[in-house]
Nanobody, 118 residues
Framework: QVQLVESGGGLVQPGGSLRLSCAASRIVFSMYVMGWYRQVPGKQRELVARIFSGGLTQYADFVKGRFTISRDNSKNSVYLQMDSLKPEDTAVYYC????????????WGQGTQVTVSS
């Protein structure tokens, strides 16, 4: 069974930093597009950042210059370095693995809470 396990969430003050990690198992990690999404109650889940197998990255406008996504294929892991955090970054953050092949399967982690508050 495919598993995506997130860690690194927590409570941080505005302006602070957190680093999220996601460890994947039972997938050919290097071929997947790995992404981080977030969701707050009452709103749709939204893309934060994603990284392709070749290392190309994409970011939502609201995190550009503050967040950095990276991956380590040798560890089947993807990371999200979050700096200059704002209260509006408070959300549950989800790791996603997207198989880019036709009819490829999409997997989600269980989510990790990030709270930015003084």
């Amino acid at each position: 069974q495919v598993q995506l396990v997130e860690s690194g969430g927590g409570l941080v003050q505005p302006g602070g930093s957190l680093r999220l990690s996601c460890a994947a198992s039972r997938i050919v990690f290097s071929m997947y597009v790995m992404g981080w999404y977030r969701q707050v109650p009452g709103k749709q889940r939204e893309l934060v950042a994603r990284i392709f197998s070749g290392g190309l990255t994409q970011y939502a406008d609201f995190v550009k210059g503050r967040f950095t996504i990276s991956r380590d294929n040798s560890k089947n892991s993807v990371y999200l370095q979050m700096d200059s955090l704002k209260p509006e970054d408070t959300a549950v953050y989800y790791c996603n693995a997207d198989d880019p092949r036709p009819r490829g399967v999409n997997y989600w982690g269980q989510g990790t809470q990030v709270t930015v508050s003084s």
